[in-house]
């Protein structure tokens, strides 16, 4: 059974960047579409950034485009958030997911995710 453990998150003041990172565990995310998805306090969970199986394909949401950027390195079976430009809006837990390849939603249990809070 596949894990997925997120993990680089902080406090960075307005401007600032963090790389998150999601690794995996018990099995190869080799072949997989992942995700990242955030939830800011007392909102839906919703869509960041996901990436195809050879990295060759990535989709953003509007409001991360041009700031964050999703990369994976299969060898070490870990798919990486940078995210630049920080915003206080962007303060949330982010957390990453297996994504289905037809439908793009997430397939597995939502781990702990990783707070990422961007204050002065």
């Known amino acids: 059974q596949v894990q997925l453990a997120e993990s680089g998150g902080g406090l960075v003041q307005p401007g600032g960047s963090l790389r998150l990172s999601c690794t995996a565990s018990?099995?190869?995310?080799?072949?997989?579409?992942i995700g990242w998805f955030r939830r800011a306090p007392g909102k839906e969970r919703e869509f960041v950034a996901r990436?195809?199986?050879?990295?060759?394909?990535?989709t953003y949401a509007e409001s991360v485009k041009g700031r964050f950027s999703i990369s994976r390195v299969n060898t070490e079976e870990t798919v990486y958030l940078q995210m630049n430009s920080l915003r206080p809006d962007d303060t949330a837990v982010y957390y990453c997911?297996?994504?289905?390849?037809?439908?793009?939603?997430?397939?597995?249990?939502w781990g702990q995710g990783t707070q990422v809070t961007v204050s002065a």
């Open positions: 997911n297996i994504l289905e390849s037809i439908s793009k939603r997430p397939q597995l249990p």
């Open positions: 018990g099995r190869s995310i080799y072949n997989n579409i």
């Open positions: 990436i195809n199986w050879s990295g060759s394909s990535t």
